[in-house]
C-alpha cells in the first residue's frame, strides 16, 4: 500500500508540473483534472472516503468542466 | 535574472521553513483531544454511525450552515456576473452536435447519476459522503446533459425555488431548538432512533437532505449561467 501511494504521489507531482508546462490549455486543464482525481485516491488511502468523494466529484468533475468552458471562451493555447 | 533569484531565495527560505515545522510533529500524530472526545462521545451523543457526519453537522453544524451561505453567495456572485456580462455578448456559432452514442448513452445514465447522488445524501449519517458530496454528483449529472444537449436549459425560477425551501429548513430546523429546554441553536430534538438506520440521529439526515438538494441546485445553477454563456445568448439576438 505504501508503495502504490509513492507511485500516486509521483505520478500526481509529474501531473502537477506538467499541467504548468503545458503550452496547449485544454490538455493542461485535463493534467489538472488528473491532479484532482489522484489526489482523491490518495483521501481513500488514508481512510478519509469522505474527502475524497468531495474531491472527485468537485474537483475533478465540476472544476474541470468550468475551466474548460472558460479555455473553449478565450485562448486555446498559451502564448 | 536578480529576480529569478530573488523568487528562488524566497522559494527556498519557505521549503526550510515548512520542513523545519513539520520535522518537529510525527506524521499523524494526535495532536489534539477533541479527536478522540468525538470518538469515544460521538455515537452515543448523536447517534450518527458515520462520526465525520456528526462532527460536521452536530458539533459543528453552526460552521456548516457559514458553509452553506458562502457557497449560497458564490452562486448567487456568478449569476450576477454573468447576467451583467451578457449585455452585448456577441453572437456565437451554432455548436455541433454530439454524436448518437454521446446523447443516448446520457440519457440512459442521468437517472441512475441522480438516484446515486440522492443515495449519498440520505444516507450522509451512515455511510461515507452527505449533502455536499451528494449535491455535488447530481450537478455533474446536469452537467453531462448539457454537454449531450446543448441548449438545454433547467427551470431556474424551480432551482430558485428548491434552494430557498432547503436553506429555509435548515435554518427553521436550527432555531426550533432554540425553543426546546437545552436553548441552543442547531439542538437535535428529534430521537436517536435506532442505531444504524436510515431513520435515525434525529434532525441530522433531514439537514443533510437538505444540504443536498441545496447545493445540486446551486451547483446546477452555476454549470447552467457557465454554459448558457457559451451556448444559449447565439440564439438571442
Redesign the interface.
Given at each position: 500500500m505504501i508503495l502504490v501511494s509513492w507511485i500516486l504521489i509521483v505520478l500526481m507531482i509529474g501531473l502537477a508540473v506538467l499541467s504548468i508546462e503545458l503550452k496547449n490549455l485544454i490538455a493542461a486543464v485535463v493534467a489538472m483534472g488528473a491532479v484532482s482525481l489522484i489526489i482523491s485516491l490518495l483521501f481513500l488511502l488514508l481512510q478519509a472516503p469522505d474527502v475524497a468523494m468531495a474531491e472527485a466529484s468537485i474537483g475533478a468533475a465540476l472544476t474541470m468542466a468550468i475551466y474548460i468552458i472558460g479555455v473553449r471562451e478565450t485562448e486555446r493555447s498559451e502564448k | 535574472m536578480i529576480r529569478k533569484i530573488v523568487y528562488a531565495i524566497f522559494a527556498a527560505i519557505i521549503v526550510i521553513a515548512l520542513v523545519m515545522f513539520f520535522a518537529a510533529y510525527p506524521f499523524g500524530a494526535n495532536k489534539m483531544a477533541v479527536g478522540t472526545y468525538y470518538l469515544n462521545h460521538g455515537v452515543a451523543q448523536t447517534g450518527a454511525a458515520?462520526i465525520?457526519t456528526s462532527v460536521v453537522l452536530d458539533y459543528r453544524g453552526f460552521d456548516t450552515l457559514g458553509e452553506v451561505s458562502v457557497l449560497f453567495a458564490a452562486a448567487a456572485g456568478v449569476a450576477i456576473l454573468f447576467f451583467m456580462l451578457g449585455i452585448g455578448k456577441k453572437e456565437r456559432e451554432n455548436l455541433t452536435k454530439p454524436n448518437f452514442v454521446v446523447r443516448v448513452g446520457s440519457r440512459i445514465i442521468f437517472p441512475f447519476i441522480l438516484l446515486f447522488g440522492t443515495y449519498?445524501f440520505v444516507h450522509g449519517h451512515l455511510t461515507?459522503?452527505?449533502g455536499?458530496?451528494g449535491g455535488?454528483?447530481i450537478?455533474?449529472g446536469f452537467?453531462l446533459l448539457y454537454?449531450s444537449y446543448p441548449g438545454t436549459r433547467v427551470n431556474r425560477g424551480g432551482l430558485s425555488i428548491i434552494e430557498g425551501l432547503a436553506g429555509l429548513t435548515f435554518v427553521v430546523l436550527g432555531l426550533w431548538g432554540l425553543f426546546t429546554p437545552t436553548d441552543s441553536f442547531l439542538y437535535n430534538f428529534l430521537p436517536k432512533g435506532l442505531f444504524n438506520t436510515l431513520v435515525s440521529a434525529g434532525i441530522l439526515p433531514i439537514i443533510y437532505i437538505a444540504i443536498g438538494f441545496k447545493v445540486a441546485s446551486e451547483?446546477a445553477g452555476?454549470?447552467d449561467d457557465?454554459?448558457c454563456?457559451?451556448i444559449c445568448r447565439g440564439g438571442e439576438k
Open positions: - | 458515520n465525520v449519498i461515507p459522503g452527505g455536499f458530496q455535488s454528483i450537478a455533474s452537467l454537454l451547483f452555476i454549470v457557465m454554459m454563456e457559451v
